[in-house]
């Protein structure tokens, strides 16, 4: 199981973009690599129910034998202690994960290159679109982050909101005992992006790059959101 050493400050940031309150609705849809958690603690706060898309099987079994609370499930126990401390909330860890468990409705297996991802199913548009550490890895080059961003952002209803978390600056991750290449951007190309998508970028936080690990190489890890006007 893969995790990024970036954790701390990725939940930090997604509790950013909601502190403020205006991103919050009934459905929230998740894209993001791995059968990683820990960043929709503050999402489901406000949200009614979450919607996670994945493209593997293997990461849609443990997500959702983590849901269920099955024996075997990846423990994600240290995640929601975190939450707990960041927010000083005063939820017990185990009531945190029951929440989130049960605001995952489903756990959907999407295709990035179909132009409907889900298909044959076809998913109500959401108000918040999130994308966690997955843009870099599936995009070769700029072509093709614009390109996926624009198909996650067609998953929002108008006026929904579209939350990128990201590191920048990165060129490989290590899973296992294998590297894999990752698409190397910076703040300034995404902030472009979504512009030139036609959002409005409502937060944007960048935090220099503290930890050190050869698993990944970055410089800084970012948050944004931002919005399309309707």
């Known amino acids: 199981m893969f995790r990024f050493v970036t954790e701390p400050f990725s939940a930090w940031g997604m509790s950013k973009c909601f502190s403020a309150g205006h991103i919050n609705g009934d459905t929230l849809i998740d894209l993001s690599i791995g059968s990683l958690v820990h960043h929709l603690y503050s999402a489901r706060e406000f949200f009614k129910n979450i919607i996670v898309l994945k493209a593997n099987n293997r990461c849609i079994m443990e997500l959702k034998r983590w849901v269920d609370d099955r024996t075997g499930a990846f423990y994600w126990g240290h ?12 939820d017990q ?41 997955l843009l870099e890895v599936i995009s070769k080059d700029q072509d093709d982050y614009i390109r996926y961003l624009r198909k996650f952002s067609r998953l929002l209803k108008p006026g929904g909101h579209l939350i990128l978390t990201g590191v920048l600056g990165t060129t490989y991750i290590t899973v296992g005992k294998d590297k894999f290449h990752t698409f190397t951007y910076d703040a300034d190309f995404v902030r472009k992006v979504l512009v030139g998508e036609g959002f409005i970028i409502d937060y944007c936080k960048v935090k220099e790059r503290t930890a050190v690990s050869d698993l990944i190489d970055y410089n800084a890890v970012m948050s944004i959101a931002a919005h399309k006007e309707m």
């Open 79 to 90: 995640t929601s202690a975190l939450h707990q401390e960041k927010e000083e909330n005063s």
């Open 93 to 133: 860890c185990q009531d945190q994960e029951a929440k989130l468990r049960s605001a995952i409705q489903h756990v959907v297996k999407h295709d990035p290159e179909k132009e409907n991802m889900t298909e044959p199913l076809v998913l109500p548009p959401a108000d918040c679109v999130i994308s966690a550490w």
